[in-house]
């Protein structure tokens, strides 16, 4: 078996602290990591912390600050409508040019008491999926000639029932890297189903506290340091642990750091849109040769 790779986990104050540093965010830009969970505490059943950030604005802050560093921003259907967190998703997309991706949790440590099963993060995910595949990068093609901009007839509705029916479909296209990874933390993931990645209990990658011993067995191990601990230390305690053997993760999207395969799309799909005609007012090239 392969050695593992690593990831990191922050929780409220580690972001807080990894943001407002420019030596800590070069530092973590250049780890060869998998991939960073941007507040892991939300979802991990901890008590609040006595600082946060928003997971969605620190990924569109580290999408334009940092070049490398992949990260996965955590979200649960209590604080977040899957349409509004769509298109936060397609959207770091396109920022992160696919370094980005989705880490869905059944409860918000943050949040209200709204209800929490796995059953309702699990729809949120199914939407989200569904929602950022609805309209397909491919469908832009700007077309000068005919003045076709986008084959709009590509664009479908996700047409969902259940704990979120929505029509769709999304008013953000799909990222030109593909529909972004989406992961799930702890127990009751459904499968088949939308989700790529399991972190935590059940999942291909546990959850090692800073200062305990990772296991070697795991196709990867992510590294989680206590609120009494530093972003400088998990950060320190990862570059010794890659140093020791944990397998590097090249530049690239997050989807092929993980060596996950593209996600199948709907069958079916109702068009949003008529078939896209030529502009009649506009020359077309064979008449302006």
Do not use: C
């Amino acid at each position: 078996m392969p050695a593992p790779y690593l990831a990191l986990g922050l929780a409220g104050p580690h972001l807080v602290e990894l943001t407002g540093s420019a030596a800590l965010l070069a530092r973590w830009d250049a780890l060869p990591a998998a991939f960073t969970v941007l507040g892991l505490d939300r979802v991990e059943g901890s008590a609040p912390a006595g600082q946060t950030l928003d997971s969605s604005a620190v990924g569109a802050a580290l999408a334009g600050r940092t070049a490398r560093g992949r990260f996965l921003v955590v979200a649960s259907p209590q604080r977040d409508h899957p349409y509004n967190l769509a298109r936060r998703v397609a959207s770091l997309g396109h920022l992160s040019r696919g370094r980005s991706g989705l880490l869905v949790g059944v409860r918000d440590a943050y949040a209200g008491v709204d209800p929490a099963t796995p059953a309702r993060a699990h729809a949120a995910a199914r939407a989200v999926r569904a929602l950022e595949q609805s309209w397909p990068y491919d469908s832009i093609v700007g077309d000068t000639d005919t003045g076709i901009l986008v084959r709009s007839n590509e664009i479908v509705h996700v047409d969902l029932d259940g704990e979120f029916p929505i029509a769709g479909p999304l008013t953000a296209p799909e990222p030109p890297t593909g529909a972004s990874v989406i992961a799930w933390y702890g127990p009751g993931a459904v499968s088949p189903g939308p989700v790529d990645l399991v972190i935590g209990e059940g999942g291909s990658v546990p959850v090692t506290p800073l200062g305990a011993t990772p296991p070697r067995d795991a196709a990867g191990v992510l590294l989680r340091p206590a609120l009494g601990q530093t972003a400088d230390e998990l950060l320190t305690a990862a570059e010794e642990l890659l140093a020791e053997g944990f397998r590097p993760v090249g530049p690239g999207s997050l989807r092929a750091a993980l060596g996950l395969a593209a996600p199948a799309r709907r069958a079916g799909g109702r068009a949003a849109f008529p078939v896209p005609q030529p502009n009649p007012s506009l020359p077309t090239s064979r008449s302006r040769s």
